[in-house]
């Protein structure tokens, strides 16, 4: 289990976090939501190791990870994908992924591409170079760079922004695979109705408090949601 425990964080005289704590488990896919403003970002960043806390834990089966940067908690299963394309634009799709499978897998690294490229559906553009790729592109190749890592948990920092419904759509459908694979996914993002479409549960974050906590069924119709977030006449 990956765990954030009454996390809080200050920017000055400001408390921006306010003893926050969630929860995701493996082969679970759990989303954060709230207005602007509310602490989500920077409850991901703690979590991932690019922020510290004031005050609060970060645990991974039960063992304390926070002050661990990036690149160390990547070694130990979690997944972070950004929300802007950390790719190597200059290489193609084949190489943006034979960088990453050469680390991790002392021999036969070449058939983990292979297989990686299918399952992503790359194979048809793996000679393209990134920074010619489509958006709805870039983003697939981004998950099977980070699939690649054989993560735990992945956290996804707004998987569904400035991409086009079909790629909204084959993303949600990759998100579904990861879940069957036993990979916790953890969502942030803009876009409630596709948070509520693939997640089993979310949380509401309002001025750095996790305020409530359910399934996507139980929140749509809870008032306090949409009041503070919502609105009366979402659906999904």
């Not at 960043?45 to 908690?73: F, P, S, T, V």
């Not at 960088?99 to 036969?108: E, N, P």
């Not at 509401?204 to 359910?214: A, L, M, Q, S």
Request: net charge negative.
């Amino acid at each position: 289990m990956l765990e954030a425990k009454g996390i809080s964080k200050s920017f000055k005289k400001r408390k921006v976090l306010k003893g926050a704590s969630i929860h995701l488990d493996r082969g679970e896919i759990a989303g954060i939501l709230g207005p602007n403003g509310a602490g989500k970002t920077t409850l991901f960043k703690i979590i991932i190791g690019l922020m510290r806390a004031d005050e609060g834990i970060i645990l991974l089966d039960e063992k304390r990870i926070d002050g661990h940067k990036l690149h160390q908690l990547i070694q130990m299963g979690i997944g972070y994908l950004p929300q802007e394309p950390s790719l190597f634009t200059g290489l193609t799709v084949y190489e943006n992924l034979k960088i990453v499978a050469d680390r991790v897998y002392k021999s036969g690294s070449d058939e983990k591409v292979e297989e990686m490229l299918g399952i992503m559906n790359l194979k048809n553009i793996e000679e393209s170079y990134a920074e010619n790729l489509s958006g709805g592109e870039k983003r697939r190749l981004e998950v099977a760079r980070t699939l690649l890592l054989n993560p735990k948990y992945i956290l996804f920092d707004e998987p569904f922004s400035q991409i086009d419904p079909k790629t909204v759509y084959e993303l949600i459908e990759i998100i579904m695979k990861m879940k069957e694979n036993n990979i916790g996914v953890l969502i942030t993002d803009h876009s409630a109705r596709e948070v509520f479409k693939v997640c089993d549960r979310i949380y509401i974050i309002t001025d750095g408090e996790v305020v409530v906590e359910g399934s996507p069924n139980e929140l749509k119709h809870n008032p306090t949601v949409q009041e503070i977030y919502l609105g009366r006449l979402f659906e999904i």
